[in-house]
């Protein structure tokens, strides 16, 4: 099961990434999170960034929704294409969302996006 971790590495953390996410990326909105993505960077690396506001709910139900986001990501990160910053943007909505439509949400927004390999 190589390829199915998600280290610290592969996460966005600083303001001036996720600045540069929203300067230059491009938005794909769902009904559950918005998916930016910013394409072609010269490191190979698939890089994703996870934002969850005070909006979604407590720090429980934020933290949850957080997890289970991450999951989705670290099982499609072999499939996204290498040079990706990914970042998903909760919305209210996925507090009462189950993981399997956020799973279904994802492939949806994936694929229009185009970040998954063929």
Known sequence: ?????FPKSARLARASEFLRMRR???SFHGK???LSVLRNLPAAEVRVGLITSRRVGGAV???R?????REIVRVARPQIQAGTWLTLIARQAAAEASFQILSAEWQQLAQRSSILNA
């Open 32 to 34: 559950f999170f918005v």
């Open 65 to 69: 929704v957080r997890r289970r986001l």
């Open 1 to 5: 099961m190589t390829g199915l971790h």
């Open 24 to 26: 230059e990326g491009q």
């Open 61 to 63: 139900v934020r933290n």
